[in-house]
Every structure is written in structure tokens, then in C-alpha cells.
């Protein structure tokens, strides 16, 4: 089991931006495949972003694509998700994922695809 603790959420201006930061617990990280999903108030869990073991391999919802940046360092068991030009509808809570014994240049873009998740950190943007 992994422990997967996200930051750097707060509220923001429309326009604005952010970086988000999930730190993992354990030895093994270069061996999990991540992924950024998010959660508005009254609406189901969704896809944001999603990157491979070594980060070869990356993907993004359309309703992000050319904002949000996800990339990981292995050395410091972190993935980021920076995300620019932030709208009102990006508001949510963004949770990051980790999916473990899956391969090297895979990504996962369901929820049911990931194993071990964080608690969440809350993302306002303001009009």
C-alpha cells in the first residue's frame, strides 16, 4: 500500500494558476503509474491527467488539455500537476492516484484502474 498526500490547492482567480504536488510513501515509486482525477461539489469523480512509470507516456482530459501539466520526479516520489489559465469550472477537489504492478509505458485514465488514492486538496477558482 502506497500513502499518497496531495498540496498546494487554495483559491485563485479565473486566469490564475497553480501547482499542485502529491508526495508517496515508500521505496517504489518509479513503479507506479499516476494520475490527477478531481471531484466537483454534486458531480462524479473525473479524469484529469495521467502519466507512465518513467513519465514517457502522458495523457489529459479535453477540458484541460494545453493548461494542466502533469509530470513526476522519481527521486523526490512526486507528481505535479501545474495548471494555468484556471476557470471557474476547474473548481473541485484534485485527487491523486497511483496504480501499482502495471506496465512501464502504461497510463490509466479510470478510476477503477487505480489502487491507491489520496485524501484530496480543494482547488476554488473565483470569477
Known amino acids: 500500500q502506497v500513502q499518497l498526500v496531495e498540496s498546494g490547492g487554495g483559491l485563485v482567480q479565473a486566469g490564475g494558476s497553480l501547482r499542485l504536488s502529491c508526495a508517496a510513501s515508500g521505496r517504489t515509486f518509479s513503479t507506479y503509474a499516476m494520475g490527477w482525477f478531481r471531484q466537483a461539489p454534486g458531480k462524479e469523480r473525473e479524469f484529469v491527467a495521467a502519466i507512465s512509470r518513467s513519465g514517457g507516456n502522458i495523457y489529459y482530459a479535453d477540458s484541460v488539455k494545453g493548461r494542466f501539466t502533469i509530470s513526476r520526479d522519481n527521486a523526490k516520489n512526486t507528481v505535479y500537476l501545474q495548471m494555468i489559465s484556471l476557470k471557474p469550472e476547474d473548481t473541485a477537489v484534485y485527487y491523486c492516484?497511483?496504480?501499482?504492478?502495471?506496465?512501464?509505458?502504461?497510463?490509466?485514465?479510470?478510476?477503477?484502474?487505480?489502487?491507491?488514492w489520496g485524501q484530496g486538496t480543494q482547488v476554488t477558482v473565483s470569477s
Open positions: 492516484a497511483a496504480r501499482t504492478l502495471f506496465g512501464a509505458t502504461a497510463i490509466a485514465t479510470m478510476r477503477r484502474e487505480y489502487d491507491n
